[in-house]
Each structure stands twice: as structure tokens, then as C-alpha cells.
């Protein structure tokens, strides 16, 4: 799925990340002329960025009621778009009151308060920002608040274990297309922080991977053996300690030896909060450290995609 700065997503892939069916991008394109999506060598249609955002902005209004050449309209009124991630279409003071409701929720053991909240926001928008612009930053701000010990082990577990119940949901009915690049991802041996790597998962099947997703705790051994059989495109997996560091550098050299023994050309995907603040140990692994924000995956996927189509000039 190589792509470039101008057209990188295929009809299938933008099917998948907007929910619009491929028939009505193509009436969207030829009756309206809202979008252009450009041809790639084989004459298939390749769409950009801002085409993806462009039909996001579209299938909203739509849901909300509007119909498809009033939406057309209000588009072309608008000065421009605003930027898929962060969260901006109903306003910030929004996505803020929703954040503030859940971790107050959580902190106060309420799982149905915290749960009504966060269906408001899916009500709201899209299952990949409610993760990315919800969801992220609150996992990122209970592990701030645990490790200055403002909330306990227990008020961190509970939170833990409602948002692990939910991202799980919202990966499974996500589509996979058996067609598309294989990703394989999981947790290393020892390793249960996988709430990040759950939401990574959701972030690459929303951009048209495969997604095969292994949990928590995989040991080295059957991770290998998942690699020989799936034979992916692309490993991804999380440190979530510095105790595990250990760990993944031994993985990340078995992988790497065992996909030049089998003529592959793997590339992988590392991250974790026991990556996230070491400087070092992200030089050390490189173009794999993903990062840990929205806009640092969508940095790191380009720059794979980039070398994809450099390595097939």
C-alpha cells in the first residue's frame, strides 16, 4: 500500500476509514466533483489526505441529517478544513467536557457513567478519533497521575480494564480485508501494557491493514512462530517497562534475522512508555520507534511508505 504526499490511499482503504461505500465515492466524485482523486500507474484511483478528510467532513453532515448537496454546499462555503486529528468539529470545549466526564467517572469507580460518556462521543465522531483524541491522551494522563501516585493501583486498574474491554469491541468491528498488507501485533513476553498498542491496532486498520492482533504477554517463541505462518508486512509491538527493554532488543534482532533467512522485507513498529522518555533506547531502534502521538504515527507511516516506494522505483 505505497503511497506518496499527493494520492496514498486506495478506494478500499478510504471504504474503510470514512464508512462510505466505494459506490458513493465514485457518485460523490462524478455528480458533485468534490473530490479528485488522482490515477496510479495501473489507473486505479489513489486518494490524498485531504480527500480522506474532505469525505469524513462529508459523511458527518450527513449523518447529523444533512443531505449530500446541502453538505456540497456548506463545503464550499467554508474557507478550509479543519485537520482530521485533533478533534475540532463540534469544538474542543466538547471533547474536553467528555474527557473531564470519563476520568471523573473512572476516578469514582462509575463505569456507567464513564461508559454513557464515551458512547456520547462516538455518537459524536468517528471510532478512530474517539481513540486517538479521547481515549489516548486519558491513558496518558492515568499513567502520569499513577506514577505520581495521585491515583491508586486500584482506581489505575479499573480504568485500565474499562478502556481494554472497549478498545477490544471497537477493533473487532472494524472491517479487515483479507487483500490488504498483513500487520501483526501483540505484546512481548511479560508485557501487559497494552491499552497503546490496542489503539495503534485500531489506528493501522483504519488505514486499510490487515490488522491480526496477538494480546498481551506473547512469548518470543510463539511470536516467531505467528511471523513464519502470517508472513506480515509489518511487525508492531509495545514496551510498556524498562524492564522489558531487554526483551525487545532480542526480539527485534530474532525478526529481523528470520525475515532476511525468509528473503522478507520487514519492517517494525516499537513503542511503549518504556521507549516513549529514553532518547537513547529510541536511537538505538530508529526508524521503528513509532512515537507516541497522532501525529508522529502519521509521520512514521509515511516515511515507510516513502521507502516502500523508493525500494520499488
Known sequence: MAFDEKGFYNIKAVENMTGVAAGTLRVWEQRYQVIRPERNRAGYRVYSQEDVQTIQWLAQQVKNGVTIGQAV???????????????????????????DRIIKALDDYDEQSAGFALEEALSL??????????????????????????????????????????????????????EMPIVMTGCIAEEQHELGLLIFSIYLRRRGFRVIYLGQNVPMEDMMQAFTELRPRIVAFSVGTAQALTTMVQLKEKLEKLAEEMDMNLKLAIGGRGIDFSKEKQEEIGDAYTGRTTEKWDEWLRKLNKKAIDASA
Do not use: C, Y
Open 73 to 99: 454546499k456548506m463545503l464550499h462555503q467554508r474557507d478550509n478544513l479543519l485537520p482530521i486529528s485533533p478533534i475540532m468539529d463540534m469544538g474542543k470545549d466538547i471533547v474536553d467536557d467528555i474527557k
Open 125 to 178: 465522531f468517528s471510532m478512530e478519533r474517539v481513540s486517538l483524541d479521547i481515549i489516548l491522551p486519558i491513558l496518558h494522563n492515568l499513567g502520569d497521575r499513577w506514577s505520581k501516585q495521585e491515583i491508586t493501583v486500584a482506581q489505575e486498574h479499573f480504568s485500565s480494564n474499562f478502556f481494554r474491554a472497549r478498545l477490544g469491541t471497537m477493533l473487532s468491528a472494524l472491517p479487515s480485508n483479507r
